[in-house]
């Protein structure tokens, strides 16, 4: 675990602008060429409720969040109470002169004189945590010039002012941030080039890259904010992004842009997915290529709608009536996002099969630093053939299952497609011998997917006696719990799975049995890794650490539990 790291924590109120400030803080960080891990908690209302924007900060990798605040920046006097407890022993609270702060180590500041409209406050609280942190103001200056720029000189030149005159109080005052490690007090290395990014816009990114040109949507927290990034930056690149009256529409309206030659994908969370389970399976009959982008968050029902949660894996994989092929991708960092959106087209295509990218709320919208995609390494996928002889058969039965694939109006080639079960050709049939064979070849397309899936990675202790095993967006918590534990005394290594369907077990079973302790970490209640890699191999999890409230995982979450369970 990096020992030079700090974690921040703003807190307030929905609508009093926290975001603001972890967003230009982080972005200053970034630019200074430091990394960082932001972990946002909010509540599902649009005003009020108490939401956090943490942002963990070092000059080394960063790979998870942490419960230990250094700085404490509370915009309200529920977060002093709430996350006091919180801080470490030489941690700070940066808070209004008027809040209540007790005993506790704090900058008491002047906020309606350095910001006497309150609506400015959120921007002199940014510039006494920057002042806090020895962090120059140019960046964050630029930001803000950028920013607000739309909204006129005027409105710039205020919040500048505002910003300013906070940075310079706080440089007045008499107070030492003990907290702060030697690599943030002193001056910060020139900036990296490294992008701040989310998990949900790499996802758009990887999509765009793979030839991304038709999303239809309804909104849905968490995953609206991939539609909304393909609108925002494919714009000048052609891509369609339409929002539907229902997830109904959008499956079916990806389908049919699909099967018109499009690379379609639509995006949603669990309960939105739940409409589109009738259209997986209807591209699973028709052999079109779909990317879905399954966003989760607590359930059931409405659930926990802004929280974080891993209890979808088994919808993803059991979705649709009847029996096709499919693959989940379970991208663990903000990079595996890119690189997983972008091979799920690619799948997707190879096999024409639904292809999902399985990811949750907490890597949706954590900001990590990340450097520059190298798009070079991406190579362009291909689509559907334009060109075909009047004989063409749409579903003929080859070899591997995949039959070519042409866009109807493009040549001489009748393209017949139905959802009922069909004949070579595509025309309904109830012969149940044809049926046989449809369906065989259909299922053939399985071992596509599993010649080309991502292979499980280990990080770590590459011979350890004990392995935590993890998908998605265990990874970095998994891996600062591997260091930690170690470190205790055992060692212990990871097992990453980025692609949980279709399983080979030849290409993880001897690192499980090769453990003396295999510990299944996921986000949810039952584990569904775990029983589905039993199910598919026989291999029973020693121990499993389970976490379905809603927050993500720490190390200290992972190795507090395994030690318990000793």
């Known amino acids: 675990m990096p020992e030079t790291s700090v974690n921040i924590l703003v807190g307030g109120e929905a609508g009093q602008g926290l975001v603001t400030i972890g967003e230009f803080m982080a972005k200053a960080l970034v630019r200074s060429g430091y990394e960082i891990h932001v972990t946002q908690d909010y509540m599902s209302r649009v005003r009020g409720g108490h939401n956090t924007f943490a942002i963990r900060t070092g000059p080394d990798p960063i790979w998870a969040p942490v419960e230990d605040v250094d700085i404490l920046v509370a915009l309200d006097q529920e977060t002093i109470d709430l996350h006091k407890s919180q801080l470490t022993g030489q941690g700070v609270v940066i ?3 008027a809040f209540d702060v007790g005993d506790l180590p704090a900058l008491s500041v002047p906020f309606k ?7 400015f ?3 002199a609280a940014l510039g006494v945590l920057a002042s806090t942190i020895c962090h120059d103001i140019e960046d964050l200056e630029q930001l803000l010039t950028k920013t607000f720029g739309k909204k006129g000189d005027e409105v710039v030149e205020q919040n500048l002012e505002v910003l300013r005159a906070a940075y310079n109080w706080r440089k007045e005052q008499d107070f030492v941030v003990e907290c702060m490690p030697p690599s943030l007090v002193d001056v910060g290395p020139e900036g990296s080039g490294r992008l701040m990014m989310q998990g949900n816009q790499a996802i758009a990114l990887g999509a765009l890259a793979a030839g991304c040109n038709f999303c239809p949507f309804y909104p849905m927290t968490p995953s609206t904010s991939i539609p909304l990034a393909l609108s925002a930056l494919g714009r000048d690149l052609g891509v369609v992004v339409e929002q539907v009256e229902d997830e109904i529409s959008a499956m079916n309206m990806a389908l049919g842009a699909s099967f018109a030659g499009a690379k379609a994908m639509v995006a949603t969370s669990g309960g939105g997915f739940a409409l589109m389970c009738e259209g997986v399976s209807l591209a699973g009959m028709t052999e079109t290529p779909i990317v879905i982008a399954l966003i989760q968050r607590p359930g059931p029902a409405t659930g926990l709608p802004t ?7 088994n919808l993803a994989l059991y979705a649709g009536h009847g029996e096709f092929p499919r693959a989940i991708l379970t991208p ?6 890119f690189e997983l959106a972008h091979k799920a087209f690619d799948l997707a295509e190879r096999s024409q099969s639904p292809v999902f990218i399985l990811s949750d709320q907490y890597l949706a919208d954590s900001y990590r630093s990340v450097a520059p995609f190298d798009l070079n390494a991406y190579p362009q996928i291909e689509g559907p053939l334009l060109e075909a002889d009047p004989y063409y058969v749409r579903h003929a039965l080859v070899p591997n299952g995949v039959s070519p694939r042409v866009v109807p109006g493009t040549s001489k080639a009748l393209v017949v497609l139905d959802s009922d079960e069909h004949t070579p050709d595509g025309h309904i049939t109830e012969d149940l011998d044809v049926r046989i064979r449809m369906n065989n070849k259909r299922l053939k397309k399985a071992k596509v997917l599993a010649r080309d899936m991502f292979q499980p990675v280990r990080y770590e202790d590459e011979d350890p006696e004990r392995l935590l095993v993890c998908w998605g967006t265990t990874l970095g918590a998994a891996r600062e719990a591997a260091r930690l534990l170690t470190s205790l005394g055992e060692r212990t290594g990871v097992l990453h799975f980025q692609q949980v369907w279709p399983l080979v077990p ?5 690192a499980l049995e090769g453990a003396r302790e295999v510990v299944f970490v996921e986000g949810n209640a039952t ?3 775990a029983a589905l890699i039993r199910q598919q191999t026989g291999f029973v999890a020693h121990k499993q650490v389970l976490r379905y409230d809603g927050l993500p995982f720490t190390a200290r979450y992972i190795a507090t539990a395994v030690e318990q369970s000793e």
């Open 95 to 97: 808070a209004d002169e």
């Open 113 to 119: 004189e350095l910001a006497p409209k309150p609506i």
């Open 121 to 123: 406050r959120n921007v």
């Open 307 to 313: 929280r974080t949660e891993q209890a979808d894996l």
């Open 332 to 337: 663990g960092t903000v990079e595996e996002c």
């Open 506 to 510: 030849e290409q993880f079973m001897s």
């Open 527 to 529: 584990g569904q890794l």
